[in-house]
C-alpha cells in the first residue's frame, strides 16, 4: 500500500508572489522547495502566475522532489509551447506532467479550439523523452448546478474535459465555498468519468482575501482524505508556498494534519 504523504502536493508560487496581494500584508521570502521541505512533501506544481522564471533554475532546485509539473495554460493556443517542456522533462526526470491553471476563466476557454488541446495531449503522450500526463484547475462555481455562476457553459465544458489526464478541484471562496464542496464533489465526479482527480486546497482564503480559517482546512482535508481512501481521488494539492512562512493558523492546522496522516495507507493507483 501507498502512504498519503505519497498523494499531498504543493501549489508552488515564485517566492513572494502574494505580498501586498488578496488581503496579506506580510512579505514572504519561502521558495516552493522550501515549502516542500517545510511540510515534508516530495511533488510540486510549479505556477510561475505572471512572473517570468529561469525554468532550469527551479528545476535545479526542485532535484530531491519525485514529482514536478509546470503550468502551461498557453498551449491551449499555441500546442508549441509544451515543447520546450518536454525536453526539459528529458534533463530532469522527476518532471512528470503538465497544468493548466485557471483553465476556465469566465468562459473564455471557449475561445481556445479544442483541436489545439488534443494536439497538446499526444505532444504529451508520445514523444522522444516520456509519457507526461496533461492537467487542469477546475474550481467549484465553473460547474455543474449548485452555485455555478456560468451555467451556460456547462454543455460546452464537456469536450474541453475530455482530452485531460486529470482535473484539480478547487474552491475559491471559503466562506460559502466549503460547505457545499461534498455536493460538488458529486458533481465533478460525473464531468470527470474518465480522469483523475485531486482537491486543491487553499490555506489562504483568496476569494474573501483573508487569512484561512483552521477548522475548515481540517474539515476539507479529512474529507479529501476519505475521498482518496475511497480511490475515487489521487491526492491533495495544499496551496502556497508563498504565506507558508507568516505564521498563520491555517499552515499550522495543515502540518498537524499532516503529520497525524501522513502515514496513513491509501489504495494504490
Known amino acids: 500500500m501507498a502512504k498519503l504523504r505519497d498523494r499531498l502536493w504543493l501549489w508552488g508560487h515564485p517566492e513572494g508572489r502574494y505580498n501586498n496581494e488578496f488581503g496579506n ?11 516542500c521541505a517545510y511540510l515534508g512533501f516530495d511533488r510540486t506544481f510549479m505556477v510561475p502566475v505572471g512572473v517570468k ?25 499555441d500546442p508549441s509551447v509544451v515543447d520546450p517542456l518536454i525536453k526539459e522533462a528529458g534533463d530532469f526526470k522527476n518532471i512528470t506532467r503538465v497544468v493548466f491553471d485557471d483553465f476556465h476563466r469566465y468562459g473564455s476557454f471557449m475561445k481556445m479550439p479544442v483541436e489545439n488541446l488534443w494536439k497538446v495531449h499526444e505532444k504529451l503522450h508520445n514523444n522522444d523523452v516520456r509519457p507526461l500526463d496533461m492537467w487542469m484547475v477546475l474550481y467549484t462555481h465553473e460547474f455543474g448546478d449548485k452555485l455555478n455562476k456560468y451555467p451556460e457553459t456547462n454543455e460546452q465544458f464537456k469536450k474541453y474535459i475530455e482530452p485531460f489526464d486529470g482535473v484539480i478541484m478547487w474552491t475559491w471562496w471559503e466562506d460559502t465555498g466549503v460547505e457545499v464542496i461534498p455536493e460538488k464533489w458529486e458533481e465533478f465526479k460525473a464531468i470527470t ?27 476539507q ?49
Open 25 to 35: 500584508h506580510s512579505a514572504s521570502r519561502m521558495t516552493p522547495m522550501e515549502c
Open 53 to 77: 522564471v529561469d525554468r532550469r533554475q527551479y528545476n535545479k532546485s526542485f532535484k530531491p522532489l519525485k514529482e514536478v509539473g509546470w503550468e502551461c495554460y498557453d498551449a491551449g493556443n
Open 221 to 269: 482535508l479529512n474529507f479529501y482524505r476519505e475521498q482518496i481512501l475511497k480511490g475515487e481521488a489521487e491526492g491533495i494539492v495544499l496551496h502556497t508556498n508563498t504565506m507558508a512562512d507568516l505564521d498563520l493558523e491555517s499552515y499550522d492546522v495543515a502540518m498537524k494534519w499532516i503529520e497525524e496522516h501522513a502515514d496513513d495507507e491509501v489504495p494504490e493507483i
Open 193 to 219: 468519468p474518465k480522469q483523475k482527480r485531486m482537491f486543491g486546497c487553499y490555506l489562504w482564503n483568496f476569494g474573501d482575501e483573508k487569512p484561512a480559517t483552521g477548522s475548515k482546512v481540517e474539515w
